[in-house]
Structures are given as C-alpha cells and as structure tokens.
C-alpha cells in the first residue's frame, strides 16, 4: 500500500555513484522574480512574474519539508518530500547559481531532486516556472520559443554571480540560446512568421561574460534544423549535453549527437543507453501518477518515467555527474564530469 509519504524526491540507491549528495545542509524557499516591461512576441511590453523555487546552502539542522505542486494532468494537487528546509537561514558566504528551467509542459519541481542535490555541494539554485509552459498553464508553443532564453537570462541576472544554466527539452533550447548558439537560416526561412520573429530576436545572442557552463538535457531544436553546424560552431560556453540513445523527441543521431559534434568549446555528451526522451530530468513518478487521470489521454506514469532505466538510478547518475562538471566550470576544481564504471551509459569529451 502506498500513500503520498512515498513521493521522496531525494532518494539515493546504494549503487549510486559518490557525487549525488556533498556536504551541505540545504534549504529552500519560494520566490517570485518581476520583470519590468518585458517585450512581448507581438511587440508590445508587460511586467513578467516567474515564480522560482530557490535552493541554497544551510547549516540548520532538521528533517526537510514537503513541496505542495500538481501532477501532470495539471489538476490534481500532489505533495512531494525532499531533504530541504523550507525557509532555513541561508550560510554565509559567495555561492555560484545555477539556473534550472523544466520543458514543455513542466514546472518548478519536476527536477527539484537536482536542485537539493546541487545546492549541497554549495551552489544556489533557482528552478523557474515558466508562465504558458507549464501543466495548468500551456500556451501556445510559440509563447516557449520566445520567453524561455529571457527568462533564463532575466533571472541570471536578478539573483546574480557567475552563474551555470540547466535546461530540460526546452529547457535546453534556451540553454543552448543563452550560451550563443546561432539560429539557422533554414530555420529562419521554413518557419510561420511567429517563429520567423522569434528566431530572428534568438538568432545572434551574445552569452552573458557570468555565463560559465550550460547543461542541456535533452535538448529540443538541432533535429528540427534551429541550428546548423556554422551556428552551433559559435558557441564556446562549456557544455554538458545529458542525452537518451531512444529520445524520438528530441532525436539522437539527428539532434543531440549533431549538437555535440558541431558545437564548439569544451563539452561532454552523456549518453543513457536505450533511455527515452525522460533520460536524466523528471523526478521520480509520483504514486499518484500511476493511476488515470480523466484529463490526459495517457497515463500521467509515462511523463515522468522511462521504459527501461529506474528513474532513481538515472537521478542519481545525472547528479553525480552534473557536480563533477560544475564543480571545473563554476568552482574552478577538480577535473570535470566523471562516468567511470557506471554501467549503461557513456561519456565522450572534446576539450
């Protein structure tokens, strides 16, 4: 029998590799970021509001809290456990950011497992819910390609510092975005005239100098040809792309594996043999998506997990690895990302 207590989004195997979990206490409190006259696609202005779930490092001492959030089906609420505390006095000191941005539909806590993970090796994190792109709130597909980069850079530049951004799906188009890579011009002619704006506002970003590191996982963009090898070569920010062998929505072969070759600057692909699009990013199902929800032709089960890898164990993996390469780009030690000896994944580098 299970009830909503099992939802443990901070659940390490005994296999897992050593890097999931560092040395701090973490906590956690609920933020709301405003920016002021944002441009809009039809090019007006309006004030945005970005609800950010915000992790950071702590020495108080407790058992971690609870994170009150909906399911998928974008109805039932759900409550969710981790190891943070909510509202704990932050430490003292100079902590790096990390900014995590969840895809299309998501929300703020459908990767908070990385974001207590990453806030104990002491980093800040702030996960963003994105308006329009999220389970109760999904606009149209255009309102994502044109916000998702300016609420991530908005952001970087509210909270501060050097800074790392981790980008799920959409996510990591944005990342990608963020971090330079230029527009195709196949894109810019095959596209509906919405897009054909919002490429052209996406098409010569120059990355922000506090910049140091992006995370893509399973990015979305390179199968549809949004970049090309002469734009993804522009790109020098280090990159860590996190990919599925399986993903059919974000394409293997023809999408993330052609965004590591062309790509430019250091960078890593992990690959999770057989793994789907969900490889890396969702949290653990919660029990309550197991069951059918009348509001989703699918059961709510199958946008947090895989077909073949323990969800747990790709967390954890994900995290591991994640450290090892933030720990080089945004600290400044150790040597990079790590895979030795885990089975069913590979890592390659150019660097």
């Known amino acids: 029998m299970t009830s909503s207590c099992d939802n443990r989004i901070d659940l390490i195997r005994p296999d897992a590799p050593p890097l999931v979990r560092g040395a701090h206490r973490v906590g956690v409190q609920t933020r709301v970021l405003v920016e002021a006259g944002r441009v809009q696609l039809d090019g007006s202005r309006a004030d945005r509001a970005l609800t950010v779930e915000f992790w950071y490092p702590t020495q108080a001492l407790g058992a971690g809290g609870r994170y009150d959030t909906l399911l998928r089906d974008g ?15 932050a430490c003292d000191g100079v902590f790096p950011l990390v900014i995590v941005s969840h895809g299309y539909p998501g929300n703020r806590h459908l990767m908070a497992h990385l974001g207590e993970a990453l806030a104990s090796h002491g980093y800040r994190v702030a996960s963003i819910e994105h308006p329009a792109s999220t389970y109760d709130d999904k606009g149209p597909f255009a309102q994502t390609l044109w916000h998702r980069p300016l609420d991530q850079q908005f952001v970087a530049r509210a909270l501060g510092g050097d800074h790392a951004i981790i980008g799920y799906s959409m996510g990591g188009y944005g990342a990608l975005i963020s971090a330079g890579a230029a527009i195709s011009a196949a894109a810019l002619a095959q596209v509906s005239p919405d897009e054909a704006v919002i490429y052209a506002r996406h098409q010569d970003v120059a990355p922000d100098p506090a910049l140091k590191a992006i995370v893509p996982i399973g990015p979305w963009g390179r199968q549809k040809a949004v970049w090309d090898g002469a734009g993804l070569g522009q790109m020098r920010v280090p990159m860590l792309i996190m990919a599925g062998r399986g993903d059919d929505i974000s394409g293997y072969a ?14 890593w692909l992990l690959s999770f043999d ?4 969900n490889a890396a990013a969702p949290m653990p199902a919660p029990v309550e998506a197991w069951e059918v929800s009348p509001h989703l032709e699918f059961v709510p089960f199958e946008h947090y997990a895989d077909a073949v890898w323990d969800t747990v164990r790709m967390n954890n993996i994900a995290a591991h690895v994640a450290a090892g390469f933030l720990a080089r780009f945004l600290k400044g030690e150790g040597a990079g990302p790590d895979a030795t000896d885990i089975a069913g994944v590979t890592l390659e580098a150019r660097v």
């Open 75 to 89: 109805h039932r609420r759900i409550v969710l456990h981790g190891a943070a505390q909510r509202d704990a006095v």
């Open 254 to 267: 023809d999408g993330m594996r052609l965004i590591f070759d062309e790509a430019a600057g250091p960078r």
């Open 274 to 277: 057989h793994a789907g699009h």
